[in-house]
Structures are given as C-alpha cells and as structure tokens.
Nanobody, 128 residues
Framework: QVQLVESGGGLVQTGGSLRLSCAAS????????MAWFRQAHGNEREFVAA??????????YYSDSVKGRFNASRDNAKNTVYLQMNSLKPEDTAVYYC???????????????????WGQGTQVTVSS
C-alpha cells in the first residue's frame, strides 16, 4: 500500500503561483509513475501532469491546458512529488489530487483508471 498526502493548496490571485507537494509513504515509490489530476466543481476529474522514471531518466507529461505554466518534479530521497503552478488562471480552480501507478501507464498516462493510489486532494482557488 502507498499512502499519498497532498499539501500546498490555497487561495491565490490570477497570475500568481503555488507549489503543491505530495508525500508518499508505505513503500518506496521510486519506480512509480506519479501524476496530478484535478477536479473542478461539477466537472469530471482531469489529467494535469505526470512524471515517470523511464530508462534512467524522468519523462514528463502535461495536459495542453497547463503546458508551459506548470512543472512537475520529484525528490525520491524525500518520497515527494511537486507541482509548481505559475501564471495561475481562474479556470485552474479545482481540487488537485496526487496519484501513483505501480506500472507505467504508457499511452494511458492521462487515464485516471490506470492509477492505483490516490491522495485526499488539496483545494486550489484562483481569484480573478
């Protein structure tokens, strides 16, 4: 079992920045694909970003809506992944979830069904 705990959410003005953290515990997550999803009120959960160890390197994946503004990273020594969010917009307002997949999702990296473990979420609110 892997437990995931997100932190770092809050209220920020348009154009501001936030950094989300996701601390993993339970077992080493070095080989896991870690992802961020978000769910706005009344909407379905959507993929934001993923970071996966592939062939000794880290592969990064982003949704088109956040590409160029968000940056995912991980610190294996701290069992933590981060999501640096810059140039925030009101449409980024959502609950952000951290997720872990024990097997590389491949072409389905943006598919929530491919992730085995989820955090409880952290609220991000961007005011206009």
């Amino acid at each position: 079992q892997v437990q995931l705990v997100e932190s770092g959410g809050g209220l920020v003005q348009t154009g501001g920045s936030l950094r989300l953290s996701c601390a993993a515990s339970g077992r080493p997550f070095t080989g896991y694909t870690m992802a961020w999803f978000r769910q706005a009120h009344g909407n379905e959960r959507e993929f934001v970003a993923a970071i996966s160890p592939r062939g000794g390197r880290l592969s990064l994946y982003y949704s088109d809506s956040v590409k160029g503004r968000f940056n995912a990273s991980r610190d294996n020594a701290k069992n933590t992944v981060y999501l640096q969010m810059n140039s925030l917009k009101p449409e980024d307002t959502a609950v952000y979830y951290c997720a872990a997949a024990s097997s590389f999702p491949g072409a389905y990296v943006a598919d929530a069904e491919k992730y085995d473990y989820w955090g409880q979420g952290t609220q991000v609110t961007v005011s206009s």
